[in-house]
């Protein structure tokens, strides 16, 4: 028996026409998700860009299936990290780091010169990722998250 293959991911841009796959993410990926109108607000802005990597073909094939998604704000010389997540069964294969470098790659086309996030204190798996690609720890949001959790903020500045 040949060695199952992971799927093949395409890059896509989210719209409200996803968010019934964006919600079920959240949830499969938070124990406090966004809430619809957390989205839908973010969806509407024109300065938020949500990107997703989906799974199947593009032409025809099974449905395909939000995999992961990021949603960040485009501010000029600055990018905002919103929401990162993956699908649990998902994880491990690189897709997080994938968009971070989009995130990255279209912020540095745009001139932007400062990348801002927030992240769970406690999340070492996360912390361990945006230090992996140049962000550093810049503060700290005491309750930040409404299980009274901190967060920490992390920036990257470019030259």
């Not at 802005?45 to 704000?73: D, E, M, N, Y």
Request: proline share 7%.
């Amino acid at each position: 028996m040949a060695p199952l293959r992971p799927p093949a991911f395409h890059l896509a841009r989210l719209t409200t026409a996803d968010l019934d796959a964006i919600l079920d993410l959240e949830a499969r990926s938070f124990i406090q998700p966004w809430s619809e109108a957390n989205f839908r607000g973010e969806l509407a802005r024109p300065f938020t860009l949500a990107l997703g990597f989906k799974t199947g073909r593009l032409i025809s094939g099974p449905p395909a299936v939000l995999a992961a998604q990021c949603f960040f704000w485009r501010l000029g010389p600055e990018v905002h990290l919103l929401n990162l997540a993956v699908r649990p069964e998902y994880r491990r294969l690189g897709l997080a780091r994938r968009l971070l470098r989009t995130m990255l790659a279209l912020g540095r086309r745009d001139g932007a010169r400062a990348f801002f996030l927030e992240v769970r204190a406690d999340n070492l798996e996360a912390l361990n990722l945006y230090h992996s690609l140049g962000f550093e720890a810049a503060g700290r949001r005491p309750g930040y998250y409404e299980d009274g959790t901190d967060a920490g903020l992390m920036t990257l500045t470019l030259p």
